[in-house]
């Protein structure tokens, strides 16, 4: 009777830590699919895929990103990523870049990075960045409420409407 019992506990206990381990590699793989960018991973963008190039004013642009300038802003996707099923997977990059008349970086960079995990999911998990044309440092970074003191996302979320783009993304 007692071996019996202590048969249903040892029983019942391999079952609990089982199932804990089970779980906690199901966080992991959750977590194995976030994607955190550094600075590094946008070195060499203008050899990327550019997706899209368009100079002066745009009703969408108002004042950002350079356009009453007027620069010529360029976009660049890292793998000619496309979206599926309407949204971008984890670890999409994407970088703009403001040149002037003479071809010169002007500006800033700014990128989105589809993060995921449980990073932004107001923002479908992308992260948003500002950093120096030379890469060295960032001005802004963050979720939709943080990055750019939440002026990348209120606009950007113009994308999600009027088939103006798709997933936060005008260009594609
Ligand atoms: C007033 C609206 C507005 C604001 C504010 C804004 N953007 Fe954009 N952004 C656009 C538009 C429109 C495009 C489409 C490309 C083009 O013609 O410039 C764009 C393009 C981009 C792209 C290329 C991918 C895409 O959506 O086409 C990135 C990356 C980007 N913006 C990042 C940012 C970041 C980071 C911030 C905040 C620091 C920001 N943007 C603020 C309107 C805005």
Same mark, same amino acid.
């Given at each position: 009777m007692r071996n019996?019992?202590?048969?249903?506990?040892?029983?019942?206990?391999? /079952?609990?830590?089982?199932?804990?381990?089970?779980?906690?590699?199901?966080?992991?793989? %959750?977590?194995?699919?976030?994607?955190?960018? /550094?600075? %590094?991973?946008?070195?060499?963008?203008?050899s990327w895929t550019k997706v899209h190039t368009a100079t002066g004013e745009d009703p969408l642009l108002g004042d950002a990103h350079g356009a009453k300038a007027p620069l010529t802003r360029n976009v660049f996707f890292k793998d000619n990523v496309q979206p599926d099923n309407g949204k971008y997977p984890n670890g999409t990059l994407i970088v703009k870049e403001l040149r002037d008349g003479n071809g010169d970086?002007?500006?800033a960079l700014t990128m989105m990075v589809k993060r995921g995990g449980d990073f932004n999911p107001d923002g479908d998990g992308w992260e948003w960045f500002m950093t120096t044309t030379d890469l060295?440092?960032?001005? /802004?970074? #963050?979720?939709?409420?943080?990055? #750019? #003191? #939440?002026?990348?996302?209120?606009?950007?979320?113009?994308?999600? /409407?009027?088939?103006?783009?798709t997933d936060w993304v005008f260009s594609r």
């Open positions: 019996a019992f202590k048969l249903l506990t040892m029983g019942l206990l391999v /079952t609990i830590v089982f199932a804990a381990c089970s779980s906690s590699n199901d966080s992991n793989d %959750d977590k194995a699919q976030e994607f955190i960018a /550094t600075l %590094d991973d946008f070195q060499g963008y203008t970086l002007a500006g060295d440092t960032v001005l /802004t970074q #963050g979720d939709n409420a943080t990055a #750019g #003191g #939440g002026m990348c996302a209120s606009c950007h979320a113009a994308a999600n /409407t009027n088939n103006n783009g």
